[in-house]
């Protein structure tokens, strides 16, 4: 039960931001710090009879139903089915998720997989404690029921999505508290049709374990629970990303400068660090054989080195601007332009915001902005650094589409002279019904066209299953499955059926750094290997001999080189399992391979074969 002070604002916003179509409670006309935006409200009543005001205000609006304000319990349930849908369907979209985390878990959960430069002693960029997080009900499982790997794979998943989906109903409910409702609702939609979310909410990487805890912090400090925030804060940086300590800062500012409160910042900093902090950097050390406290080790590595992550590629600022919109299409456009639009809000709109609210908008908004501004920066980009703050741009973008509306009835208002007594929400909810069809209907289109053209390597994985119940296959035997130049598209090794596949790496035109295998034995994790670097040197030692492969996966897209064939074609040696469609993005049209637009996608994009190719004969006595 919240509080009774956070509970009058609550009834007060809820009552300010029903959709009215009869005659409005009495104050809205009379309170000037009403939520809704009221033509022709009078001055501020006292304040000791405020709360009286909406508690009466908030009983007489509850009494009649309103089929389109779910409830904290109703919204729970929709994105606990949004994020298992995300599970089961969302492709792995990057890389780094299937090296740094699904391998490593691999290996504490069956005994192998595959080890990259972070994990190496010499090192230590990566830490083994978020992997225990989700690896030992990962282990647990295994052990109880013996499951094949992908079932571990997606009972993970959707440990995952169930933690965002609580995320997310905290978040809900602290925004119909501290934004209003009908923010609530538009935030809701926007969550549950976002792109970005649909990729980021199961993927097994530390930004998205910082959104969960980061934005579940935002949601606790704008209900004043200072010292929930700053522990998930901790646990968001420390156990996640130790980036993600950047979402922090405006709390923390407002904390200190604003209440002054230096004792709770103090002492749950302190009760952070020794709940978090300590037993992390004891289990890592544990790994890695040697004192290691990792959150220090990949911020020295990513701001104090020479080198740093540019070497991994750099991007323009237009790289986050066309991904934002990918992923959250005009609700991105709307979030990017809501400092402007609170300025013309606040000139145009005479009711102000003031009742309801704990925090002036520019401190309780700063989060994501203060976000942009670091990483905008940073030449070296990647989608998963926007992670953290996914939650606050769709915020964001609710909120700036209920200012369009508070100014659109204020506009309305001077021009057709409406009558006082008038909720804004009466006469602009067109505004909203709009974007929320738009947004949606683009969300929708985008999720399918990921799923079309970018899901077939999952798909081909799963087909050697059905080569463990064939008569071929031998338990004993040890099947290695190459990949050349789409070494980064693989999936994951808890796609194999069994533990004797593993994956080995044919030598291609590219020139960088590739995992290599754990080694045998207890103390695998401890062991520092020579063909490891940090930066992004190619080393020959991860290269396998093309004539031992058993299994390969090859993607035909038309382009071949000397180290690059087309091993599809190559009938002597192989023979094709199965076969699905993979897009060619430079043979297709850069929107209709954005976004799925029935009637027209299929005459304007190109894909070409992801094959799954079998060994017709052994080699060398293989």
Known sequence: ???????????????????????????????????????????????????????????????????????????????VSARLCSAIWAYISDCDETFNYWEPLHYIINGHGLQTWEYSPQFGLRSYTYLLLQGVPGWIY??????????????????????????ERFMYKSICQEFGIHVGRLWLIFQLFSVGMFVSSTALLPSSFSMYFGCSALAAWWQQRYSLAIFFTAISALLGWPFAALIGVPLVLELLLRQRDWRTFLQWTLISGLTIALPMIAIDTKYFGKLTFAPLNIVWYNVFT?????IFGTEPLSYYILNGFLNFNIIWLLALQLPIMLVMDYLIVPAKFKSTLNFPRYISLAPLYLWLLVFLAQPHKEERFLFPIYPMISLCGAITVDVYQRIFFRIKTLVFKIKSGIH?????????????????????????????NYHAPMDLMLELNQFKTSPQYRPDEIYNVCIGKDWYR???????????????FLKSEFRGMLPAY??????????????????????EHMYFDYDQCHFLLDFDEGKYTTLEPSYSRRTKDWSIMKTLPFLIPEKSHKVLRAFYVPFLTDNHIKYG???LLKRKKARNGS
Do not use: W
């Open 490 to 504: 693989y999936p994951g090794s808890f796609f194999f059926p069994a533990r004797n596949f593993r994956l080995r």
């Open 518 to 539: 754990y080694t045998e034995g207890f103390n695998a994790t401890q062991v520092v290997h020579p063909y490891f670097n940090d930066q992004n040197l190619e080393n």
């Open 142 to 167: 295994q052990k109880l029921f013996n499951p094949s790997p992908i079932l571990i794979f997606y009972m993970v998943r959707c440990m995952l999505g169930f933690g965002c989906a609580l995320m």
């Open 306 to 310: 020479s080198h740093g992550p540019n």
């Open 424 to 452: 804004y929400l009466d006469h602009s909810m067109f505004i909203a019904i709009v974007v929320m069809v738009a947004s949606t209907l683009l969300g929708l289109s985008r999720v399918f066209a990921l799923y079309r």
């Open 609 to 611: 074969d992801f094959n």
């Open 1 to 79: 039960m919240a509080p009774p002070a956070a509970r009058a604002r609550y009834n007060a916003n809820k009552a300010d931001n029903q959709i009215l179509t009869k005659k409005p409670p009495k104050r809205l006309n009379g309170n000037k710090e009403a939520a809704g935006v009221v033509a022709g409200s009078k001055k501020e009543k006292k304040k000791n009879k405020h709360s009286a005001t909406a508690s009466n205000s908030a009983d007489k609006t509850q009494s009649s139903p309103n089929p389109i304000m779910p409830s904290v319990h109703t919204a729970f349930k929709t994105f």
